[in-house]
């Protein structure tokens, strides 16, 4: 499966930002996909997964509570919901389902 990550950008501290990784060309099928983030000089950090059913979902400590994932019914695209954005949320967003990622999407809270 090919991924296609959206919506980075610049927010301040507090706002909200929303990703999205979409299926190229196909659906994500039954695939857990999963949100992963790297900050520059930092490892790739998991962020949170959603399973193929959508009926289980894990976060990571540092964003849970403050972000959602999600999927939509026809398992085409899966959503980041991030709220309550923090500095130290800069990164580089990944998606990754089935072995494959996504071209990563940037992500700057301004303090």
């Known amino acids: 499966v090919q991924l296609q990550a959206s919506g980075g950008g610049l927010v301040q501290t507090g706002g909200s930002l929303r990703l999205s990784c979409a299926a190229s060309g196909g659906t994500f099928i039954d695939y857990t996909v999963a949100w992963f983030r790297q900050a520059p000089g930092k490892e790739r950090e998991f962020v949170a997964f959603?399973?193929?059913?959508?009926?289980?979902?894990t976060y990571g400590d540092v964003v849970k509570g403050r972000f959602t994932i999600s999927r939509n019914d026809a398992k085409t695209t899966v959503t980041l919901h991030m709220d309550n954005l923090k500095p130290e949320d800069t990164a580089v967003y990944y998606c990754?389902?089935?072995?494959?990622w996504g071209q990563g999407t940037l992500v700057t809270v301004s303090s």
């Open positions: 959603i399973t193929g059913s959508g009926n289980k979902r």
């Open positions: 990754r389902a089935n072995d494959s």
